[in-house]
């Protein structure tokens, strides 16, 4: 991992030195990129659920995107890094059709064949 061997080899935390270099749009691809994607996709996840609405493109960019095996990683990341659960966040923001469209697709059970 290269967060590791940055501290093995320079003594610092890689991820407060590029937050003190970067800004704006740099910093934060640059920060992402050095996230787990499945994790990335979980924090993004909660953020588009979080507080006053819900930002349904991000919802719809990540999860119908992603293959089954994706959807089953992104889960326990969710779970492991969010603390809460998915589905659960999904169904309490969503509605309707939109609603139905994505608990269905976190199933993981679509065929990809």
Known sequence: EIKLQFKT???KDLIS???SELKG???NITLALMERSDA???SELRAAM???GTDESVLI???CTRTPEQITELKKAYKEFIKRDLEKDVMSETSGT???LLVSVLQAN???S
Do not use: H, P, Q
Request: aromatic residues 12%; charged residues 40%; proline residues 0%.
């Open 9 to 11: 080899m320079f003594g």
């Open 17 to 19: 030195d590029l937050k």
């Open 25 to 27: 749009n740099m910093e």
């Open 40 to 42: 990335y996709d979980a």
């Open 50 to 52: 979080k507080g006053a």
């Open 61 to 63: 960019e990540i999860l």
């Open 98 to 100: 939109f609603k139905r």
């Open 110 to 112: 679509r065929d990809t």
